[in-house]
């Protein structure tokens, strides 16, 4: 597993409101089709999300209400190949981590796995064939 | 405020064993003489860091136990001046951010702020004066 972290994803109560606070900071969504669905922004060679809070849990295979298991934050690991997925997750499960969601279709047309770190930090390990991690490992939704 | 993350904090209860679990994943830590009191991996233009769970709230100026205060995750935002900690500050106030620690100085020698986002999610503003922030914005502690 490479040194990086290709999305934060903070999940939210409410997209709008969200949005309405990060703009107000000064940030500018990355200009997609997706309404309040979920919401990107470009950070340097990584992006920062916002996304359902609820839907995020159910994402990772977590439940939302128990604050034990769902901090309410995950972080994305993506690569360029379904096969680096498994690669990913199989490496993780040899340094012991617990393995939430092994390596499936996710809806919107990728490739996808979680893993929990010892703290139960959560990782998602995901393959977006819509993106690509470039040669010095970021990832550009938008330059 | 810029389009960036410096810092991603995980909060961790055993430093030597989360060191050692992202070791087995293949990170390398930062070369710091840190000991056991903090963790740092460079990961393109940001870090990922490591700190004891209950210092990282304390930090924060939140309460580790109530879990609905605390994630276990920070998002530090680093300026190069403590002005721009102020400025920032500011920004975030007006954007309705609950600001949980006014700027001030720290123990480790730089200068900070925390404020929360509508969820709760906690950024520290910090300038800290021995890194700086390059002119693409990266936060780089080793190439």
């Known amino acids: 597993m490479k040194q990086r972290v290709s999305i934060v994803t903070l999940g939210v109560e409410d997209i709008p409101k969200s949005r309405a606070f990060y703009k107000a900071l000064g940030w500018k969504p990355v200009q997609h ?9 470009q950070c340097g ?3 920062v999300a916002l996304y359902p ?6 994402d990772a295979g977590v439940s939302p209400d128990k604050k034990d298991q769902f901090s309410g934050i995950t972080l994305a690991y993506n690569v360029n190949t379904k096969e680096e997925v498994h690669e990913t997750i199989e490496q993780a499960r040899k340094a012991g981590a617990k393995i939430l969601k092994e390596p499936q279709d996710v809806f919107w047309g990728g490739y996808h796995s979680y893993f ?3 703290d139960g930090h959560l990782w998602e390990v995901a393959h977006n064939p819509f ?10 939704m938008e330059e």
Do not use: K, N
């Open 116 to 118: 929990a770190d010892p």
């Open 33 to 41: 089709e997706h309404g309040d669905d979920i919401v990107f922004f």
């Open 45 to 47: 060679g990584m992006v």
């Open 53 to 58: 809070r609820d839907l995020l849990a159910q």
């Open 131 to 140: 993106t690509l991690i470039d040669d010095q490992g970021r990832f550009i």
